[in-house]
T-cell receptor, first 117, second 113 residues
Framework: NAGVTQTPKFRILKIGQSMTLQCTQD?????MYWYRQDPGMGLKLIYY???????DKGEVPNGYNVSRSTTEDFPLRLELAAPSQTSVYFC????????????????FGPGTRLTVL | QQPVQSPQAVILREGEDAVINCSSS?????VHWYRQKHGEAPVFLMI?????EQKGHDKISASFNEKKQQSSLYLTASQLSYSGTYFC??????????????FGAGTQVVVTP
């Protein structure tokens, strides 16, 4: 199992450009999350999904969009990139199945480091 | 609401102990602890559900005082591999809340030889 994979690892955007950050998991997890982490800070939730076709906003959704057409994929779209979106983006997934404490564990991808100039 | 972690940073020598605290002003359903090495993704350590339980992971253990909405992570007989930034994540309320964790700002731990 590859776990959670993210592409690209690094990207530099110009102000106003758009891009999609890819996230794929091969663990058949129901729940998926997008976080951003600014330097020296904790993670903030951008969007999350509880299953294919179901997404909702997190704490900091402005400037982003998501879709979830399959269980495996959860892409994050940045429209009209701004310098404030310079950050490291992490995708995570968890099973969400009842019946044990371990179902709450979130598995993180390696991250995408984005710079907007 | 984002939980508050303290201290912001701690420097230890191998074999020393440390405590990291995580507190919230809201009633908590659970507290989650993760460790992040520089340039890497956060890695899960443990979960504590309300009920005042204590868990352990090797020589790293934690407690959860639901009355105080506070959790503490204990690093015992620290090893070089314990270096990293420790984050607590909290779920507020009485349910799992779709796992929407609120993370603290982190505590940087440096263990020196």
């Amino acid at each position: 199992n590859a776990g959670v994979t993210q592409t690209p690892k690094f990207r530099i955007l110009k102000i106003g450009q758009s891009m999609t950050l890819q996230c794929t998991q091969d663990m058949n997890h129901n729940y998926m999350y997008w976080y951003r982490q600014d330097p020296g800070m904790g993670l903030k939730l951008i969007y999350y999904s509880v299953g294919a076709g179901i997404t909702d906003k997190g704490e900091v959704p402005n400037g982003y969009n998501v879709s979830r057409s399959t269980t495996e994929d959860f892409p994050l779209r940045l429209e009209l990139a701004a310098p404030s979106q310079t950050s490291v983006y992490f995708c995570a997934s968890r099973s969400g199945l009842a019946g044990g404490m371990s179902y709450n564990e979130q598995f993180f991808g390696p991250g995408t480091r984005l710079t907007v100039l | 609401q984002q939980p508050v972690q303290s201290p912001q940073a701690v420097i230890l020598r191998e074999g020393e102990d440390a405590v990291i605290n995580c507190s919230s002003s809201k009633a908590l359903y659970s507290v989650h602890w993760y460790r992040q090495k520089h340039g890497e993704a956060p890695v899960f350590l443990m979960i504590l559900l309300k009920g005042g339980e204590q868990k352990g992971h090797d020589k790293i253990s934690a407690s959860f005082n639901e009355k105080k909405q506070q959790s503490s992570l204990y690093l015992t007989a620290s090893q070089l591999s314990y270096s990293g930034t420790y984050f607590c994540g909290t779920l507020e309320g009485t349910t799992d809340s779709w796992g929407k964790l609120q993370f603290g700002a982190g505590t940087q731990v440096v263990v020196t030889p």
